[in-house]
């Protein structure tokens, strides 16, 4: 069955650099575009970045000087990397499969927590 | 796009009927045909599951009091019947334009 888990540090001291992997099963990441959506705590849904099942990716503008998405379709796992984090970025991290359009399944999350 | 969701929270009886309205900045009609609005439900300590897509398509397995409607720039979700089930935070979200946005949330609560 279709799955996706996050999986990385749960903290990050502030202007260092947060590695999160999304493991999926039950598809291929050559067929499903995979997204990155983050939540503060209490708070609602930011969009973070996409990658599409050609490889090619997409960031929110306000992250990308900081965001790297990439993947290793061998391993069914997509990768993010966001640089200098701060406080602002404590929040659960999600990843969720997107067949054209729609987030049908997401991940459990992964909560991040910036601090020294 | 910026999705405005109203009401921000919502309570409800058991059986009574409710409405959440998504209202979006643009027309959220994709140049192929499709209206990329989605709404998804996300229960307490839970991730957001997908509840109705491309406005009025209802995920398999979701129950049929849920339904979807709208064009263009409004949209509306409509729970035919609270449950118990029912509570948590309803988002409208928009793939039309990038970057995707999602809507600030309907907190629904049951009486």
């Known amino acids: 069955q279709v799955q996706l888990k996050e999986s990385g540090p749960g903290l990050v001291q502030p202007s260092q650099t947060l590695s999160l992997t999304c493991t999926v099963s039950g598809f291929s990441l050559t067929s499903y575009n995979v997204h990155w959506v983050r939540q503060p705590t209490g708070k609602g849904l930011e969009w973070m970045g996409v990658?599409?099942?050609?490889?090619?990716?997409d960031y929110n503008s306000a992250l990308k000087s900081r965001l790297s998405i990439s993947r290793d379709t061998s391993k069914s796992q997509v990768f993010l990397k966001m640089n200098s984090l701060q406080t602002e970025d404590i929040a659960t991290y999600y990843c969720a499969r997107d067949p054209g359009g729609v987030f049908d399944y997401w991940g459990q999350g992964v909560m991040v927590t910036v601090s020294s | 796009v910026v999705l405005t969701q109203t009401p921000p929270t919502l309570s409800a009886t058991i059986g009574q009927s409710v409405s959440i309205s998504c209202r979006s900045s643009?027309?959220?009609?994709?140049?192929?045909?499709?209206?990329?609005l989605n709404w998804l439900l996300q229960r307490p300590g839970q991730s957001p599951q997908l509840l109705i897509y491309?406005?009025?398509n209802l995920e398999s397995g979701v129950p049929n009091r849920f339904s979807g409607s709208g064009s263009e720039t409004d949209f509306t979700l409509k729970i035919s019947g609270v449950e118990a089930e029912d509570l948590g935070v309803y988002y409208c979200m928009q793939a039309t334009h990038a970057p995707l946005t999602f809507g600030s949330g309907t907190k629904l609560e049951i009486k």
């Open positions: 643009q027309s959220l009609l994709d140049s192929d045909g499709d209206t990329y």
């Open positions: 990658i599409w099942t050609g490889g090619s990716t």
């Open positions: 491309s406005v009025s």
